[in-house]
Nanobody
């Protein structure tokens, strides 16, 4: 599966931004789609994923209540709506895909991250 992320940019603290990920290639419905991020000097972390077969979603505790993941099945596209953003949200955000949802969640997120990665999109939150 190929993943194309878009929508990164610069936003002020407290602001909002939406990033998108378009999937193509293998039947997308075989996969969970989601996001990882890597901040400068930090390990990458799983942020969120969504099932392409039902409405099951997961959000990391660090973004719960502020970020929302959604999908458009007709377009095979996943969105991450980021609200009330904080400087610590500054990172390169990577679109990811896997057949196993556990790969976004610790501890497997660092040991066995998702199999498929798109190019990153930089999100910068200014204070």
């Amino acid at each position: 599966v190929q993943l194309q992320a878009s929508g990164g940019g610069v936003v002020q603290a407290g602001g909002s931004l939406r990033i998108s990920c378009a999937a193509s290639g293998s039947p997308v419905k075989r996969y969970f789609l989601g996001w990882f991020r890597q901040a400068p000097g930090k390990e990458r972390e799983g942020v969120s994923y969504i099932s392409t077969q039902d409405d099951h979603t997961w959000l990391a505790d660090s973004v719960k209540g502020r970020f929302t993941i959604s999908k458009d099945n007709d377009k095979d596209t996943v969105y991450l709506q980021m609200n009330d953003m904080k400087p610590e949200d500054t990172a390169v955000y990577y679109c990811t895909a896997s057949q196993y949802d556990v790969r976004w969640r610790p501890p497997l997120s660092s040991l066995l991250p998702p199999e498929y990665w798109g190019q990153g999109t930089l999100v910068t939150v200014s204070s």
